[in-house]
């Protein structure tokens, strides 16, 4: 599996276009499942990660989690704490270890997004994706902070002080606006949204034997 823009892949490479959020739990359990279908299928397969804001409008020092998700979607304690242990158990079985907290946040994320971006063209972008969903849901790290971000970006390679540059004059904070609409004005109000080939819209997480079988339909058509 590679992970760079597909505009520069051969057509012997499978285009995955994902749009997600960084401190959206489902998105990385998605991700998982499709990266073991991918190695389960043996599909040369390029990724490219597009941004998604769950909470635009979340004030700046963010919500705690459980009483966001509570107030949202009208779920119980109970409700939220069956949730997250399935959530657990899911992550642990794609060797993800998800660590919720009675004091984590939710977060905007509009600033990751932004760095996600800017890592791109260096290569780093998947590499900074997986540190950031890490950062959150293992760590407990506010990712709206961007010392907390530029360390994130450091840890990977990249340059702490340019990163927090980037944070600062907000260069790609336009470009993150403009692909944020694109992606919401044709259709996508949830993720992840998994698209094959800029053709084939999947949400959620499908789990990993129907990402299997979506990719072994697409392989076999295209061979047709």
């Known amino acids: 599996m590679t992970s760079q823009d597909s505009q520069s892949l051969d057509d012997s490479v499978l285009q995955i276009d994902i749009v997600s959020d960084v401190v959206c739990p489902w998105c990385i359990v998605g991700f998982k499942q499709l990266e073991q279908a991918i190695g389960e299928t043996g599909v040369s397969a390029a990724i490219k990660w597009h941004p998604f804001e769950l909470n635009p409008d979340m004030e700046e020092g963010g919500e705690n989690l459980r009483e966001h998700i509570m107030r949202k979607y009208g779920s119980t304690a109970e409700q939220s704490q069956a949730a997250r242990d399935r959530l657990t158990a899911i992550g642990a079985d794609l060797g993800f270890d998800f660590r919720f907290t009675d004091d984590m946040r939710m977060v905007n994320t509009f600033k990751a997004h932004q760095l996600i971006h800017w890592a791109g ?42 990163a927090l540059k980037v944070l600062e004059d907000g260069r790609y904070a336009d470009a993150i606006r403009q692909e944020e609409a694109f992606w919401t004005q044709n259709g996508i ?21 129907n990402y299997a079988s979506i990719i072994r339909q697409l392989v076999d058509g295209e061979a047709a």
């Open 121 to 162: 063209p260096a290569g780093k972008e998947h590499p900074l994706k997986m540190a950031l969903f890490q950062a959150y849901f293992r760590d407990g790290k506010d990712l709206n902070d961007p010392a907390v971000l530029a360390d994130v970006a450091e840890s990977i390679g990249l340059d702490r002080a340019e």
């Open 189 to 209: 109000q949830g993720v992840p949204a998994v698209i094959f080939e800029r053709r084939h819209l999947i949400t959620g997480a499908q789990g990993a034997e």
